[in-house]
C-alpha cells in the first residue's frame, strides 16, 4: 500500500471557487484502494459551511515558526466517502469571508503557512506519505521546504513529490526580500534557477523545480505552456522540464454529475429520453429565471468566473448582434465588476430574453447544465475546463475556442462525416465565435434530427476519471513503484 496526500487551497464539498476544488474533491476517490491510500488536506475556513465545520474533529494542535512569529497549527479531519481529509486550521490566516481575498501579499504569507504547516502536521498525524501531490501555486512551497527538511533528519528524506499546474496564470509571486523574510527560507532558494524570476520570489516556480514531476491537466495545455503565448513568463521552465512534464485531462465525478439521478434538477433524463424530457428542463428554468417560457427557443448558457481568462470580451463586443437571433441566454458567475455589469446591463436590455445570475449557486449551475442547449466557452486559454465536460454529460452541446483542454475534450460537429459532439472556432475573434454561434443555431433550427444525433454523441462520451486515475496512478508508480 503507497500513501499519498493530495495539498491544495480548495476541495469539493467543503469549499470550491472554481474546477481545482471539483478536481482535488473528486480524482482521489478513483484510486485503486488496494494499492493507494489516497489522503486530502487543506486549509479550514472560516467560511466553510457550518455542517461541513461540525463534521470535523479534532487530531492535535502545536506551534509552527511563519513570518517570524510562532503559529497556532491546528489539525482537524473528517472522513467522507472513505477518504479522509485533514483541514489545517489556523482563524488569523484562514478566517476570511472567501479562500482568496485579492491581497496577493497575504495570500503569499497565507499558503506559505500551509505549505509549511502541511509538512509539519506529518510526524503527529500518523500518516507518512510516500508522494505528495501538491495543487496550484498555493502548494508551490511544498517541494520547497521538503528539499530544505530533508536536513531535519530521516522522516522527510524520499517523499517524492508532484507539482500539477491547473492554472499557470496564477503563480504566487512578491518580492524576494518579503518572501524570504515570510518563509523564512535561506537565500540559497532565491536565485533565478531556484524560486526566483524576473527578480522577484515565484512560489509556483519553487513547485516546478523542486518537483519530481510536474503535470498539467490536458495534453494541448501541457504542450501550449512551452510557448510565450501561454506560458505566462515560464515557458523557458517549461521547456527545460519538459522531460518530467506531461498532461493529463481531468475527468468529473460522475455521481455527482448524473442526468439520470440529479434531483436538483426538474426532470432527470438520460441518453434515450432526451428529446422528451430534456425540455422540461428548460421550460421550468425559464419560469424559475423569468425568461420567455418557450421549449422550442435555443437556449444559451454560460456558468463561468467572469474573467478575461473565459472570453467574455468577445461575448460583449457581439451581444446586441447575438440578440437579434432567435435565441436566449443565461449566465451564472461572479468575477471582474466589469463583466458582471456587463451581463446585468444586457439582462435589462433583453429583458425576458437573457437573464444574469450574478452570484454563486451549485444548484442553479446544475439546472443550466441541464436546460440549455448549448453551453459557451470563448476561453483566451483553458487549462482544462470542467463546464464543457459537465455541458456534454448533460446533453447540452459546447461551443467553444479551440485552446487547451477545450480542443482536448469537444470534438468540432463535421457534417458530413457526422462526427462530433459540439461546435468550435480557432482564432480569438468574435465575429469567428458568432459565426459559430449562427451555424449552431442554423443545426438546432433547421436540422433537429442531425441535432440530436450530437446530442447522443456528446453524452455517451466518458469523461470519468476513470483513465485518467489510471494515468495518475503509472506517475505514481514510476516515482514510488508498487
Ligand atoms: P475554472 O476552474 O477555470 O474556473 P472550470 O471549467 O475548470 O474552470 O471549472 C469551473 C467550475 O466552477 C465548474 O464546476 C463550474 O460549474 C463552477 N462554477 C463557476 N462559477 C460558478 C457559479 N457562479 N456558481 C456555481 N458554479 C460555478
Ligand atoms: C483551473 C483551470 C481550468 C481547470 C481547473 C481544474 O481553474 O482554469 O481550466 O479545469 O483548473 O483543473
Known sequence: ?????????????????????????????????????????????????????????????????????????????????????????????????????????????????????????????????????????????????LDNFRYLGEYYRGIKTIMTIHNLKFQGVWDTKTVRGITGLPEYYFVPDKMEAYKDANLLKGGIVYADKVTTVSNSYAEEIKTPFYGEGLDGLMSARSGDLCGIVNGLDYEDWNPATDNRIAKSFTIDDFRKNKPVNKTSLQEELG????????????????????????VDYIMDELCQDAVQIVVLGTGDVKYENMFRHFAWKYSGRVSANIYYSDELSHRIYASCDTFLMPSLFEPCGLSQLMSLRYGTLPIVRETGGLKD????????????????????????????IRYAERIYYDKKRDWNKIVERAMSQDFSWKNSARQYEDLYRSLIGE
Open 1 to 145: 500500500m503507497k500513501n499519498i496526500l493530495f495539498a491544495a487551497s480548495e476541495c469539493v464539498p467543503f469549499i470550491k471557487t472554481g474546477g481545482l476544488a471539483d478536481v482535488v474533491g473528486s480524482l482521489p476517490k478513483d484510486f485503486d484502494r488496494e494499492k493507494y491510500d489516497v489522503r486530502v488536506v487543506i486549509p479550514k475556513y472560516t467560511c466553510m459551511k457550518q455542517e461541513w465545520k461540525d463534521r470535523m474533529e479534532y487530531v492535535t494542535h502545536f506551534y509552527m515558526d511563519i513570518a517570524g512569529q510562532d503559529q497556532y497549527v491546528g489539525v482537524l479531519k473528517t472522513v467522507l466517502n472513505d477518504i479522509t481529509f485533514y483541514f489545517i486550521d489556523n482563524e488569523h490566516y484562514f478566517g476570511g469571508f472567501a479562500p482568496y481575498d485579492g491581497d496577493p501579499k497575504w495570500e503569499i504569507e497565507k499558503f506559505a503557512f500551509f505549505s509549511k504547516a502541511v509538512l509539519s502536521i506529518l510526524p503527529v498525524i500518523g500518516f507518512r506519505p510516500d508522494l505528495i501531490h501538491c495543487h496550484d501555486w498555493q502548494t508551490g512551497l511544498i517541494p520547497v521546504y
Open 291 to 314: 425568461l420567455e417560457k418557450d421549449p422550442k427557443v435555443m437556449l444559451i448558457g454560460m456558468v463561468s468566473r467572469l474573467t478575461d481568462q473565459k472570453g467574455f470580451d468577445l
Open 409 to 436: 475534450t469537444v470534438e468540432p460537429y463535421n457534417e458530413f462525416e457526422k462526427t462530433g459532439t459540439g461546435f468550435s472556432f480557432c482564432n480569438y475573434n468574435a465575429h469567428e465565435m458568432l459565426n459559430t
